[in-house]
C-alpha cells in the first residue's frame, strides 16, 4: 500500500487537531464542573464538539469538518440566546469559535472524503466568511447598547421646576440644629469665569464655567498651546498618579506635583514664577501620590501688597499644612510655624504614608476644613478621622471634631491622642459661606470589611454626609447613606450645591453622589431629603448577621444609574476559556444583589465594586440650564474574608508592625490586606479580574458617562465612556478606537456653549462632549493618563483649558507630569 503523502496539509491539521484538543479538554471538564453547580449547558456539550470534531480531523476525515460547522451552528444559537446582538458580549462566544471555524473550512483540501472543490475556493470561502465575521462584529459591537440609551430631551428652564414632592427622611437618619450666624465674618465670593479658584470651581464646586468662546462649533480647532512638567516622577515602584486641578486667579495659575511641589505659572503662557519645594519624601507616600489640589485666599482684612495678603494653601503627605505668599511662593511667617501646621499634633505616632493627605482643605468663611486619607485594611488602631478647623491667616486650630469625644472640640489632654480609626473624610469637602456650614463626604471606620467592635458614634457617623457649623465644630446635621457600612461604600465624590426645583420652589441644596451611583439629594440648610429615599429590605447572612442593617437606602424618584443584579451571562473573557473560569467563580459565590454580606466559607461578589458609582470627580451642574453631567464605573470585586490565623500564617502584616515588608503584601496596593485587630483579613479582587489575560470577568461597559435633567429628573442620556484603545489581554493595547466603556477616575466640567470636558479614561484621551446629546465633538491623546479634573478660565484674552496627566498606578494608565493647556489658534478668536 502506497504511504499517504504527509505534505504541508497533513501537518496544519494535525496542529488545529491539536489545539482543538487542547482547548476542547477544559472546555468541557470545566463546562461538566460548571454544570454541577447549576450553570450553563454549553459548555460541557461545545467541549465535546471540539474534541470529537479533533478526532476526526486526526484521522483526516471530512467528519470532522461537520461536527465543528454543527457544533458552531449550536454555538451561534446559543450566544444569541444569551446575549442577542451585543457586540462586546459575543467576543468572548465567537471570536475564537470563528477563528477556528475558518481554519478547519481551511484543511477540507487535505482531508479524506472532501468535497470536489479546488483548493483556492476553499480559501475564497474561508476568507468570505472571516469578512462576514468581522463585519458582523463591529456592527453589532457599535449597535449594541452600549449606544446612547435614551432619546435626548431638550431641558426646560432651570427657574420653571416640575418635580415630585420631596419625603420626609427616615426615622433616625436625620438630626439637625441651627448653624452659626455669619453676620461678623468676612470672605471673598469665589466665582468662575474669568477665574478658577477653588478645586471644585468655587466651594460649592458646580464645576460650570460662564465662558463662551469655545462653542461646539469651533472645539474641534483646540490647539495645545504650553506645557508644564513638573518633574515628580516614580524612581522605583512608589504609587504615583498626581490627579491635581489647579486654580486660577489674576494672571496666576497655582498647582501642586505628586510630591507636593506648588507652582506658579503664567496663566496665559504657562511660564513658571515660582515653585515651591516642601521636600516630601516618597516613603510619606501612601495609598497615591496625588496632590488633588490647593486653596486660594485673599486677606481683604490687610494692605493689598503686604505678604500673604494673597495665599495659596496645601497639604502634603507627610502631614503638614503650608501657606505661601502668591506673588513670592515664600511661606507666610505668620502661619503656624514660619508658615507650616503640623498635622500630626495630636495624631500619635504611625507609620510614614499611613496618614498621608491627598486632597486640599475646603475653606469657608475664614476656616480650613482639614480632613486626610488612611490607608485601608491595616488595623482597626488607624489613624484618628478626626475633621480639624483652622484659622486660614493664623493657622490656629479653631475646633476638632473627634466622634470619640464628643463635646470636646481642643487638642486631646497631654498623653492622648484623637479616637483611633473613626472614619475619615479623604475625599473633597464643599461649603457655604452664607450658612457658615461644611459639608463632609464622611468614610467608613477601620476597618472596611468587619464592624464587630465599632462605636456607636461610628455607626452614625460612617458613610455619612455630615454638615459641620464651621465656627464651632458642631454637627448641624447628618444623613447616612449606607447603614453599618462593610463594603467600603466611602462617600468618595465631592457634594455639590445648588438651587434645587422643587414644587414650593427652588431650595438650596446638597447633591451628593455615592458608590452606588445614586444621587442623595438634600437641604443644606436642614439635611431634609429633597427626593423620595425608600429603605429596602437588604441581604442578610455573612460573619455578622446580627449586626447587619435590614435596610438601605434607596432613591426612589431620582435617576441613579446602578445597574441590575449580575447573573452568569454577564460573564465574559477575551476567550470561551475566560468565560467558563467567570461563570464557574459566578457559581461558587455568594451573591444576592448589591449588599451582599462579607463571607469567610465562600467568596462574595461586590457589585458595584468599591470603584464603582461616582467617586471623588464628583458631578457638574449647569446651574442655568438644570443639567447634572456625571461619569461613572460599573465593575464588582470578587472578595472573600480571610481567617486571622490563615493571615498571620502567611505573614501578611499591617504597615505598623516593626516587623511589615512590603514584598510579602498587605500594604494599600496588596489583595490581602490584613486587617489587624479584627478576627479577619481581606482578600480583594478588585473589578475581578480574569488570571493571565488580565481582563475583567463581567462583560463591557466598565465605565459610562450620562446627563440628567435636575427639572424633569429625567435621564437625557446615558452611554459608555472611554474606548478599547489602550486595552487589551496581557495588558497589550488593542488599538480599537470603539467604545467599550472603560474604568474612569476624574472629573469634567461644563461651560455656558453646552460643553463637558473631561478625561478620566483609561484610554488616555482628553474630551470634549455634548452636553444635550452625548456626542463626543473633540478629542485629543494625552502622554499620560488623565485621571484629574481640568479647568478653564481666561487669560491673554483667551478661553484656555488645562488638563493634569499624571495618570493613575492602580488603573494601569502611564504616568506621567504633566500640565496641558489648550486654546483656539490666535486667528480664530472672536
Known amino acids: 500500500m502506497a504511504t499517504r503523502n504527509r505534505g504541508f496539509g497533513y501537518w496544519a491539521v494535525m496542529a488545529l487537531a491539536a489545539i482543538m484538543v487542547l482547548f476542547g479538554t477544559p472546555i468541557m471538564l470545566g463546562g461538566a464542573w460548571l454544570l454541577s453547580l447549576g450553570g450553563s449547558f454549553y459548555y460541557l456539550i461545545a467541549g465535546a464538539g ?3 470534531s479533533a478526532t476526526f480531523l486526526f484521522r483526516q476525515s471530512i467528519a470532522g469538518v461537520w461536527i465543528y460547522i454543527s457544533t458552531f451552528a449550536f454555538t451561534l444559537i446559543w450566544a444569541l440566546w444569551e446575549s442577542g446582538l451585543n457586540g462586546w458580549a459575543q467576543v468572548p462566544r465567537l471570536l475564537a469559535p470563528s477563528v477556528i471555524l475558518i481554519l478547519v473550512l481551511l484543511t477540507i483540501p487535505a482531508l479524506r472524503g472532501r468535497l470536489a472543490v479546488p483548493r483556492g475556493r476553499f480559501a475564497a470561502a474561508a476568507t468570505g466568511v472571516m469578512a462576514l465575521i468581522a463585519s458582523v462584529m463591529v456592527l453589532m459591537s457599535n449597535g449594541g447598547p452600549h449606544l446612547v440609551a435614551q432619546e435626548t430631551v ?4 432651570f427657574e420653571t421646576p416640575d418635580a415630585p414632592a420631596a419625603t420626609a427622611p427616615p426615622r433616625g437618619e436625620l438630626t439637625t440644629q441651627t448653624p452659626t450666624s455669619a453676620a461678623q465674618v468676612q470672605y471673598v465670593a469665589l466665582e468662575t469665569g474669568v477665574d478658577w479658584p477653588a478645586y471644585g470651581g468655587d466651594h460649592k464646586a458646580t464645576r460650570y464655567s460662564p465662558l463662551r468662546q469655545i462653542t461646539p462649533e469651533n472645539v474641534e480647532m483646540l490647539e495645545q498651546i504650553w506645557e508644564f512638567r513638573t518633574g515628580d516622577l516614580p524612581k522605583d515602584d512608589e504609587p504615583f498618579g498626581n490627579q491635581n486641578t489647579p486654580v486660577k486667579v489674576g494672571d496666576r495659575l497655582f498647582l501642586c506635583s505628586a510630591l507636593n511641589k506648588i507652582s506658579a505659572l503664567d496663566a496665559a503662557s504657562g511660564e513658571a514664577l515660582w515653585t515651591h519645594d516642601p521636600v516630601v519624601s516618597a516613603d510619606a507616600v501612601g495609598y497615591n501620590a496625588s496632590c488633588r489640589g490647593l486653596v486660594y485666599f485673599e486677606d481683604i482684612t490687610v494692605v493689598a501688597d503686604t505678604m500673604c495678603a494673597t495665599r495659596v494653601v496645601n497639604l502634603t503627605h507627610d502631614a503638614r499644612m503650608i501657606a505661601l505668599d502668591t506673588v513670592t511662593g515664600q511661606p507666610c511667617p505668620d502661619f503656624g510655624a514660619l508658615g507650616t501646621v503640623d498635622l500630626m499634633e495630636g495624631m500619635g505616632n504611625h507609620a510614614p504614608g499611613f496618614y498621608a493627605p491627598t486632597s486640599p482643605p475646603t475653606l469657608v468663611r475664614d476656616v480650613l476644613v482639614v480632613g486626610s486619607q488612611v490607608s485601608d485594611g491595616q488595623t482597626r488602631a488607624a489613624p484618628s478621622g478626626v475633621i480639624r478647623g483652622y484659622n486660614v491667616v493664623t493657622g490656629a486650630l479653631e475646633w476638632a471634631w473627634d466622634m470619640g469625644r464628643p463635646g470636646e472640640t481642643d487638642l486631646p489632654p497631654e498623653g492622648e491622642i484623637y479616637t483611633p480609626g473613626t472614619p475619615n473624610v479623604w475625599t473633597i469637602a464643599s461649603g457655604d459661606n452664607e450658612l457658615g456650614l461644611v459639608y463632609l463626604p464622611m468614610g467608613n471606620s477601620a476597618v472596611d470589611y468587619w464592624g464587630g ?5 461610628e455607626n452614625t457617623y460612617s458613610t455619612a454626609i455630615v454638615a459641620l457649623d464651621v465656627e464651632t465644630g458642631e454637627v448641624a446635621w447628618h444623613y447616612q447613606t449606607v447603614h453599618y457600612d462593610i463594603w467600603d461604600y466611602d462617600l468618595g465624590g465631592q457634594g455639590t450645591l445648588v438651587d434645587f426645583p422643587t414644587p414650593e420652589g427652588p ?15 438634600l437641604n ?19 460573619v455578622e448577621p446580627e449586626r447587619l442593617s435590614p435596610t438601605q437606602p434607596f432613591v426612589t424618584d431620582f435617576p441613579n444609574l446602578l445597574k441590575a443584579d449580575l447573573t452568569e451571562r454577564d460573564m465574559w473573557g477575551t476567550t470561551p476559556l475566560d468565560q467558563l473560569w467567570c461563570r464557574i467563580q459566578f457559581r461558587q459565590a455568594a451573591y444576592d444583589g448589591v449588599y451582599t454580606p462579607p463571607t469567610v466559607d465562600q467568596p462574595w461578589i461586590q457589585y458595584p465594586g468599591y470603584n464603582g458609582g461616582v467617586d471623588w470627580g464628583g458631578v457638574a451642574i449647569d446651574p442655568v440650564k438644570g443639567l447634572m453631567i456625571t461619569n461613572y464605573n460599573d465593575m464588582p470585586n470578587y472578595n472573600q474574608l480571610v481567617p486571622r490565623e ?5 505573614g501578611i502584616l499591617p504597615i505598623t508592625d516593626p ?16 486587617q489587624a485587630m479584627s478576627p479577619y483579613g481581606i482578600r480583594v479582587n478588585a473589578g475581578w479580574r480574569v488570571p493571565f489575560t488580565g481582563m475583567l470577568c463581567k462583560q463591557p461597559p466598565y465605565g459610562g458617562i450620562a446627563a440628567i435633567d435636575l427639572n424633569t429628573r429625567e435621564i437625557l442620556w446615558d452611554r459608555p465612556f472611554g474606548s478599547a484603545r489602550n486595552n487589551g489581554p496581557f495588558g497589550i493595547p488593542s488599538m480599537l478606537p470603539i467604545d467599550i466603556g472603560t474604568p474612569n477616575n476624574g472629573g469634567g466640567f461644563i461651560t455656558a456653549t453646552g460643553l463637558f470636558f473631561i478625561g478620566a479614561t483609561t484610554d488616555d484621551m482628553f474630551r470634549a462632549i455634548k452636553v444635550d446629546t452625548g456626542e463626543e465633538v473633540w478629542q485629543t491623546a494625552l502622554p499620560a493618563g488623565g485621571q484629574a479634573t481640568p479647568i478653564t478660565y481666561e487669560a491673554g484674552g483667551r478661553q484656555i483649558v488645562v488638563i493634569n496627566a499624571g495618570g493613575h498606578d492602580f488603573m494601569e494608565t502611564p504616568i506621567g507630569d504633566y500640565f496641558i493647556a489648550y486654546a483656539l489658534p490666535a486667528g480664530e478668536l472672536q
Open 646 to 650: 490563615e493571615v498571620d500564617a502567611l
Open 154 to 157: 431638550s431641558p426646560p428652564a
Open 507 to 521: 431650595v438650596p441644596a446638597i447633591v451628593m453622589p455615592s458608590k452606588q451611583a445614586q444621587f442623595y439629594i
Open 659 to 674: 516587623n511589615y515588608d512590603p514584598d510579602v503584601g498587605g500594604g494599600s496596593h496588596g489583595n490581602l490586606s490584613p
Open 524 to 542: 443644606r440648610k436642614t439635611g431634609e431629603p429633597l427626593v423620595s429615599i425608600e429603605e429596602r429590605t437588604a441581604p442578610t447572612g455573612g
Open 453 to 457: 467592635d465599632r462605636s456607636e458614634a
Open 50 to 52: 471540539l474534541l470529537a
